[in-house]
């Protein structure tokens, strides 16, 4: 129900853009996320958006060169990711929460009920 894709293999500074297609039902009432996972480490929370009022929150390492977006027409978020670093090598995840989170809750992984399959993101030289 939720379709991961646009990873790859790009230098440091290099940009991608990720997108999350979700079927099944539509992005109304629901909280969209990234999250990503490095080889050894746990699943952390990139970028959120509560779909009801496009809200918003960046983990402190990515703020300021990703971008969350969506497209309602096509039920697909984005994550616009520019700048990128050996340290956003990872396996990136989209998940939805079947509700409406608040801010202090978006990167609590168990509030999210359905997860994409993943797309790596290789960022080296």
């Known amino acids: 129900q939720l379709q991961a894709s646009g990873g790859g293999l790009v230098q440091p500074g290099g940009s991608l853009r990720l997108s999350c297609v979700v079927s099944?039902?539509?992005?109304?009432?629901?909280?969209i996320g990234w999250f990503r996972q490095a080889p050894g480490k746990e699943r952390e929370g990139v970028s959120c958006?509560?779909?009801?009022?496009?809200?918003?929150a960046y983990a402190t390492s990515v703020r300021g060169r990703f971008t969350i977006s969506r497209d309602k027409a096509k039920n697909t978020v984005y994550l616009q990711m520019n700048n990128l670093q050996p340290e956003d090598t990872a396996v990136y995840y989209c998940?939805?929460?079947?509700?409406?989170?608040?801010?202090?809750?978006?990167?609590?992984?168990?509030?999210?009920?359905?997860w994409g399959q993943g797309t790596q993101v290789t960022v080296s030289s």
């Open positions: 958006m509560r779909q009801s009022d496009g809200n918003t």
């Open positions: 099944g039902f539509t992005l109304n009432g629901y909280t």
């Open positions: 998940a939805a929460a079947a509700r409406g989170l608040i801010r202090s809750s978006m990167f609590a992984i168990r509030y999210y009920d359905y």
